[in-house]
């Protein structure tokens, strides 16, 4: 089993970015897939996840309405839409998969994560 991220980079406040994780294996649509970030100096923290089928998405507050996430099942890949940006986004982003409830993920009940994708956002 293997995720792997890209789409990352440098942006200024305000800009978009789309982050995509593709995802090795048939396992895909068995696990509820998300998306976690680092910031330097902060703990990984939950972003945003999405249920099995696709029809159920959640987010974290401080990105509620200005972040999508999406998934095809039939292409093993994951995204995430990110607009209007904020400086407070820059963080390494990583793709994950889990057993847990989406609409509870925490860290420690990742079951796979990808190697992380960097995203700055400048003003």
């Known amino acids: 089993v293997q995720l792997q991220a890209c789409g990352g980079g440098l942006v200024e406040t305000g800009g978009s970015l789309r982050l995509t994780c593709a995802a090795t294996?048939?396992?895909?649509?068995?696990?509820?897939m998300g998306w976690f970030r680092q910031a330097p100096g902060k703990e990984r923290e939950f972003v945003a996840s999405?249920?099995?089928?696709?029809?159920?998405?959640y987010y974290a507050g401080p990105v509620k309405g200005r972040f999508t996430i999406s998934r095809d099942n039939a292409e093993n890949t994951m995204w995430l839409q990110m607009n209007n940006l904020e400086r407070e986004d820059t963080a390494v982003y990583y793709c994950?998969?889990?057993?847990?409830?989406?609409?509870?993920?925490?860290?420690?009940?990742?079951?796979?994560w990808g190697q992380g994708t960097l995203v700055t956002v400048s003003s």
């Open positions: 994950a998969a889990t057993t847990a409830d989406p609409r509870w993920w925490h860290t420690g009940q990742t079951e796979f």
């Open positions: 294996g048939r396992w895909f649509d068995s696990y509820v």
């Open positions: 999405i249920n099995r089928s696709g029809g159920g998405r």
